[in-house]
């Protein structure tokens, strides 16, 4: 046998997987009690005794957004109510197909922060920002966002 072309072949293949090894074991992060993890909780929003959330619902409605969509950039008010309803406030595009978008989706979003807030669900309410006039209500759980089609 030819030691001389096993030792040629032989070195390098395993300072090569010496290197993948090496490389594999630094990359690893182990998962333990005492060891942040990279998974991502989902997101809660902090707990806050101001009825005022508008600055803790904009960081929840755009965590996992790379820009701040176009229906929150018209929110202007988001607050939790005596009886426990969020209200939020909001101004309204001209057409008509997406003010009823930005309607909707605002809902959805409020009622998805209740819900991660961890507050039983009294309502929410979506507000015009300009008088306070009421745009859509959710009031319970068995309702939903969707605005009623218009005959």
Not at 54 to 60: N, P, V
Not at 67 to 82: G, N
Not at 98 to 118: D, G, N, P
Request: hydrophobic share 40%; with cysteine; charged share 25%.
């Amino acid at each position: 046998m030819n030691w001389g072309l096993a030792a040629k072949i032989g070195v390098p293949t395993l300072l090569l997987a010496c290197i993948i090894v090496a490389i594999l074991g630094f990359f690893d992060v182990p998962i333990s009690e005492d060891e942040p993890s990279l998974v991502v909780d989902e997101a809660r929003p902090s707990v806050t005794h101001d009825p005022d959330v508008t600055e803790s619902f904009f960081e929840f409605a755009r965590r996992g957004e790379p820009f701040a969509p176009e229906w929150l950039l018209r929110v202007t008010q988001v607050r939790w109510q005596d009886d426990g309803a969020l209200w939020g406030f909001t101004t309204l595009p001209n057409d008509q197909r997406q003010r009823r978008m930005t309607i909707e989706t605002f809902c959805e979003k409020l009622s998805a922060y209740v819900e991660a807030s961890s507050r039983p669900f009294a309502g929410v309410s979506v507000r015009a920002a300009q008088d306070n006039a009421e745009l859509h209500t959710r009031p319970d759980l068995a309702s939903d966002c969707r605005l009623p089609v218009p005959m």
